[in-house]
C-alpha cells in the first residue's frame, strides 16, 4: 500500500541551527501539508501547497518557514533559525485531490528537539 | 474558537466494551474525519463522514454526525487492548482541504 514517508524520524538540532524536514508525498497525489504537534497538545496546521505554490498558511507558518517541492517527489519543510519552541512532532500529509470525500494520508512524522 | 474539541478527555475501559467518543465543532463544516495516533507515532485515518450524512460504520467503528448541534461520535465496539491510542476528530471547511483537529481522547484499553 503506498504511504507517505518522511525522513529523518527523529532530529536534534541547536537553536539558532536551520533544519530541513523531508517528505516523500504519495506519487499520483497534488496536494500537500505540514503539521506540526507539540508534545501533549493537539496537531496544529501550518501549509498546504500545490501547483508548486502555498495555498494556505497559517499564523504559525512565519518568515522562518519555507517549503519546497524541489524534484517532483520530495516535499521539505524548511525552519531557518531553529528556537526552543519549534521542538515538536512535524507530520507529512497528501492528498490525491479536493473532493468531498478525499482522505489525507500522513507520514509517521518528524520528531524535531531544539537544544 | 476552538475547532474539534473531543471529549472525555481521557478514557479507561475493559477489553470488550464499547468506547465512545464525542466531538464538537463550531463552523459550518464539509466532512469530519476521526484518526488514530498511537504514542509518538503517525496518524492513521479511520473513518470520514460528510457534512449531508448522519452516520457511518467501518469494521467495529460507528461514527454519527449531528450538523444542528455541530457534533459527531465515534463508537468503538467490542475493543480491545490494541485499541489503546488516542482518537483525534479533525474537521474540513471551506475552499481548502487543511484539517482542524481536536485536543483528542486517550483511550486505554485494559487485557
Known amino acids: 500500500e503506498p504511504e507517505v514517508t518522511q525522513t529523518p524520524s527523529h532530529q536534534v538540532t541547536q537553536m539558532g541551527q536551520e533544519v530541513i524536514l523531508r517528505c516523500v508525498p504519495i506519487s499520483n497525489h497534488l496536494y500537500f501539508y505540514w503539521y506540526r504537534q507539540i508534545l501533549g497538545q493537539k496537531v496544529e496546521f501550518l501549509v498546504s501547497f500545490y501547483n508548486n505554490e502555498i495555498s494556505e498558511k497559517s499564523e504559525i507558518f512565519d518568515d522562518q518557514f519555507s517549503v519546497e517541492r524541489p524534484d517532483g517527489s520530495n516535499f521539505t519543510l524548511k525552519i531557518r533559525s531553529t528556537k526552543l519552541e519549534d521542538s515538536a512532532m512535524y507530520f507529512c500529509?497528501?492528498?490525491?485531490?479536493?473532493?468531498?470525500?478525499?482522505?489525507?494520508?500522513f507520514g509517521q512524522g518528524t520528531r524535531l528537539t531544539v537544544v | 474558537s476552538q475547532q474539534g474539541e473531543e471529549d472525555p478527555q481521557a478514557l479507561s475501559i475493559q477489553e470488550g466494551e464499547n468506547a465512545t467518543m464525542n466531538c464538537s465543532y463550531k463552523?459550518?463544516?464539509?466532512?469530519l474525519q476521526w484518526y488514530r495516533q498511537n504514542s509518538g507515532r503517525g496518524l492513521v485515518h479511520l473513518i470520514l463522514?460528510?457534512?449531508?450524512?448522519r452516520e457511518k460504520h467501518s469494521g467495529r467503528l460507528r461514527v454519527t454526525l449531528d450538523t444542528s448541534k455541530k457534533s459527531s461520535s465515534l463508537l468503538i465496539t467490542a475493543s480491545r487492548a490494541a485499541d489503546t491510542a488516542s482518537y483525534f476528530c479533525?474537521?474540513?471547511?471551506?475552499?481548502?482541504?487543511?484539517?482542524?483537529f481536536g485536543a483528542g481522547t486517550r483511550l486505554a484499553v485494559h487485557p
Open positions: 479533525a474537521t474540513v471547511s471551506g475552499g481548502y482541504n487543511k484539517l482542524i
Open positions: 463552523t459550518s463544516i464539509n466532512n
Open positions: 463522514i460528510r457534512s449531508n450524512e
Open positions: 500529509a497528501s492528498e490525491k485531490s479536493r473532493s468531498r470525500d478525499t482522505e489525507a494520508f
